[in-house]
């Protein structure tokens, strides 16, 4: 919502003037939030988890999804990037190729850009396609005596490219990991809140069909400020919760980060910022397609 925004530099500078404490002591905002949140969200997604950062957000993604389907192997997309902790290195395709390379966990799924892709626009059925090279990755790892946990994906690539991935992927690729007793998690740390323009999630550009099992949100959430967060199922946390190994973290819900969650949303609504990002992004769009028809050295607008 920008830099120094006044709400939200207000909205901490009270609550810092009353309580910060570590979110082991109960307080109304981390309550309060979460509710808010859940308003934006699927109702079927309706727990949620606070945390300091996106890559903490994935990381427990990742605990939460190996847990419930007591699977270990993740599937991601080529080129992604999901954050800077061990874990997230490794299923990050953009990072680990310069690094020690690939986990026999991981299988990397080819990135459904229909412009330069593996299968283009000039395809009869580019979804279809793209989906089934997930499914092939899933019977080629069950041969290897392999399950799967996960499929991880930002609901619209931005390291590979700001590709937005053809309508009806997500739906195809979760019916085959789901088929395979694993769980579609949605990567909405650079993409969610509202940036998408037409909707406040960008796995909601796949249809109201789409629901992942988790969604995980980072940087915007917090504008700067370090706060995180999951959101899953009923039936995903209660499989977490039961290992008896209870989830904490010392700052994630912390009253501060609550106030400033909670002054972030209300400046996207009484801003309207959401609708703010589809007026700019469709008139920039409109532009720099005419430039893409006068220049062919233009390919592709995004």
Do not use: S, T
């Given at each position: 919502v920008g830099h120094c925004h006044p709400d939200i530099v207000k909205a901490a500078h009270e609550q810092n003037q009353l309580l910060n404490t570590n979110s082991r002591y109960l307080h109304d905002s981390l309550v309060d939030y979460a509710e808010r949140l859940s308003k934006t969200?699927?109702?079927?997604?309706?727990i949620f988890y606070f945390l300091n950062s996106g890559s903490e957000a994935n990381d427990l993604a990742l605990r939460l999804a190996r847990q419930y389907t007591k699977h270990e192997d993740v599937i991601v997309l080529d080129h992604a990037y999901h954050g800077h902790l061990t874990s997230l290195i490794d299923i990050s395709p953009y990072k680990f190729r310069n690094l020690e390379g690939q986990k026999e966990w991981v299988h990397v799924a080819p990135v459904p850009d229909t412009y330069r892709g593996l299968y283009r626009e000039d395809h009869e059925d580019s979804v279809t396609a793209y989906a089934n090279e997930v499914e092939n990755i899933i019977k080629q790892a069950h041969k290897r005596g392999r399950k799967i946990a996960a499929f991880i994906a930002e609901s619209l690539p931005s390291v590979g490219g700001q590709i937005i991935p053809p309508?009806?992927?997500?739906?195809?690729?979760?019916?085959?990991?789901?088929?395979?007793?694993?769980?579609?998690i949605a990567d909405e740390i650079q993409v969610g809140f509202g940036r998408v323009g037409k909707h406040f999630w960008a796995f909601q550009l796949q249809g109201e069909d789409f629901v992942p099992d988790i969604v995980t949100m980072g940087k915007p959430i917090g504008n700067g400020h370090p706060l995180a967060c999951v959101a899953t199922t009923k039936e995903i946390a209660e499989a977490f919760a039961a290992t008896g190994v209870e989830y904490f973290n010392t700052f994630g819900g912390n009253p501060v980060s609550c106030a400033i969650g909670l002054a972030v949303l209300d400046v996207i609504e009484k801003e309207h910022l959401q609708a703010h990002a589809a007026e700019v992004g469709n008139f920039l769009l409109k532009l720099l397609k005419e430039q893409k028809i006068k220049h062919p050295i233009i390919g592709d607008v995004r």
């Open positions: 969200l699927p109702e079927k997604l309706g309508a009806g992927y997500f739906q195809k690729v979760a019916k085959h990991v789901r088929k395979a007793g694993g769980v579609f």
